[in-house]
Protein backbone atom coordinates (compact mmCIF):
# COMPACT_ATOMS: atom_id res chain seq x y z
CA UNK A 1 0.00 0.00 0.00
CA UNK A 2 1.69 2.99 -1.04
CA UNK A 3 0.76 6.97 -2.79
CA UNK A 4 2.51 6.84 -5.84
CA UNK A 5 3.24 10.59 -6.92
CA UNK A 6 4.47 12.33 -10.17
CA UNK A 7 4.78 15.64 -11.77
CA UNK A 8 6.75 18.73 -10.14
CA UNK A 9 9.83 20.66 -11.36
CA UNK A 10 10.89 23.77 -12.01
CA UNK A 11 8.93 26.71 -13.83
CA UNK A 12 8.80 30.38 -13.55
CA UNK A 13 7.04 33.11 -11.65
CA UNK A 14 3.17 32.42 -13.07
CA UNK A 15 3.44 29.29 -15.19
CA UNK A 16 1.82 26.23 -14.04
CA UNK A 17 2.22 22.63 -12.64
CA UNK A 18 0.10 19.85 -12.38
CA UNK A 19 0.91 17.21 -9.57
CA UNK A 20 -0.83 13.55 -9.51
CA UNK A 21 -1.14 11.00 -6.92
CA UNK A 22 -2.26 7.86 -7.14
CA UNK A 23 -2.64 5.17 -3.69
CA UNK A 24 -2.66 1.73 -4.80
CA UNK A 25 -2.80 -1.75 -3.49
CA UNK A 26 -5.19 -3.44 -1.16
CA UNK A 27 -7.18 -0.24 -0.20
CA UNK A 28 -10.39 -1.14 1.37
CA UNK A 29 -11.61 2.98 1.11
CA UNK A 30 -10.53 6.17 0.44
CA UNK A 31 -11.95 9.24 3.07
CA UNK A 32 -9.54 11.71 1.90
CA UNK A 33 -6.61 12.59 -0.20
CA UNK A 34 -4.66 15.75 -0.70
CA UNK A 35 -1.33 17.45 -0.49
CA UNK A 36 0.44 18.60 1.78
CA UNK A 37 4.05 20.99 1.83
CA UNK A 38 6.78 21.40 4.18
CA UNK A 39 6.06 24.97 4.83
CA UNK A 40 8.29 27.38 7.31
CA UNK A 41 6.91 25.74 10.27
CA UNK A 42 7.67 22.47 12.59
CA UNK A 43 4.58 20.77 10.09
CA UNK A 44 2.80 20.21 7.34
CA UNK A 45 0.68 23.00 6.06
CA UNK A 46 -2.26 22.41 3.65
CA UNK A 47 -2.49 22.68 0.13
CA UNK A 48 -5.08 21.18 -0.86
CA UNK A 49 -7.16 18.07 0.14
CA UNK A 50 -10.66 16.37 -0.85
CA UNK A 51 -12.66 14.78 1.70
CA UNK A 52 -15.44 12.41 1.24
CA UNK A 53 -15.08 12.88 -1.98
CA UNK A 54 -17.22 16.33 -2.43
CA UNK A 55 -16.00 19.12 0.45
CA UNK A 56 -12.75 20.58 -0.91
CA UNK A 57 -10.95 22.07 1.24
CA UNK A 58 -7.36 24.81 -0.12
CA UNK A 59 -4.84 26.64 2.14
CA UNK A 60 -5.21 30.14 2.71
CA UNK A 61 -1.88 31.19 0.48
CA UNK A 62 -3.45 29.11 -2.73
CA UNK A 63 -7.06 29.51 -2.82
CA UNK A 64 -8.08 30.90 -6.61
CA UNK A 65 -4.90 29.70 -8.24
CA UNK A 66 -5.01 25.77 -7.04
CA UNK A 67 -7.78 23.31 -8.55
CA UNK A 68 -8.06 19.77 -7.06
CA UNK A 69 -9.32 17.23 -8.60
CA UNK A 70 -9.82 13.58 -7.62
CA UNK A 71 -10.76 10.04 -10.14
CA UNK A 72 -13.03 8.28 -7.26
CA UNK A 73 -12.57 4.72 -9.80
CA UNK A 74 -8.80 5.44 -10.17
CA UNK A 75 -8.17 6.57 -6.16
CA UNK A 76 -5.95 9.40 -8.14
CA UNK A 77 -5.77 13.47 -7.26
CA UNK A 78 -4.80 15.92 -9.13
CA UNK A 79 -3.58 19.12 -8.17
CA UNK A 80 -3.23 22.03 -10.94
CA UNK A 81 -0.74 25.00 -9.66
CA UNK A 82 -1.39 28.09 -11.47
CA UNK A 83 -0.03 31.86 -11.56
CA UNK A 84 2.92 30.07 -9.57
CA UNK A 85 4.63 32.26 -6.97
CA UNK A 86 8.09 32.11 -5.81
CA UNK A 87 7.34 31.37 -2.35
CA UNK A 88 5.19 28.25 -3.39
CA UNK A 89 8.76 27.24 -3.37
CA UNK A 90 8.85 24.06 -1.31
CA UNK A 91 8.60 19.58 -1.12
CA UNK A 92 5.09 18.84 -1.54
CA UNK A 93 3.47 15.32 -0.11
CA UNK A 94 0.76 13.84 -1.14
CA UNK A 95 -1.40 12.59 1.67
CA UNK A 96 -4.57 9.85 1.98
CA UNK A 97 -6.43 8.42 4.70
CA UNK A 98 -7.48 4.73 4.13
CA UNK A 99 -8.72 1.57 5.47
CA UNK A 100 -7.44 -1.66 4.63
CA UNK A 101 -9.31 -4.53 4.65
CA UNK A 102 -7.79 -5.31 8.09
CA UNK A 103 -8.49 -1.65 9.32
CA UNK A 104 -11.19 -1.11 12.17
CA UNK A 105 -9.50 2.99 12.24
CA UNK A 106 -8.23 5.22 9.15
CA UNK A 107 -4.77 5.16 8.44
CA UNK A 108 -3.16 8.06 7.34
CA UNK A 109 -0.15 7.33 4.33
CA UNK A 110 2.15 9.65 3.01
CA UNK A 111 4.21 9.90 -0.61
CA UNK A 112 7.44 10.83 -1.08
CA UNK A 113 7.96 14.45 -1.01
CA UNK A 114 7.80 16.26 -5.23
CA UNK A 115 10.05 19.05 -5.50
CA UNK A 116 8.61 22.46 -6.37
CA UNK A 117 11.01 25.08 -7.98
CA UNK A 118 9.49 28.47 -9.33
CA UNK A 119 11.50 30.88 -9.62
CA UNK A 120 11.45 34.85 -10.59
Known amino acids: VQLQASGGGSVQVGGSLTLSCTAT????????MGWFRRGAGNERELVARIIGGRTLKYGDSVQGRFTISKDGAENTVSLKMTDLKVEDTDVYFCNALVKLPTDTTWRALWGEGTQVTVSS
Open 25 to 32: GNILSVTA
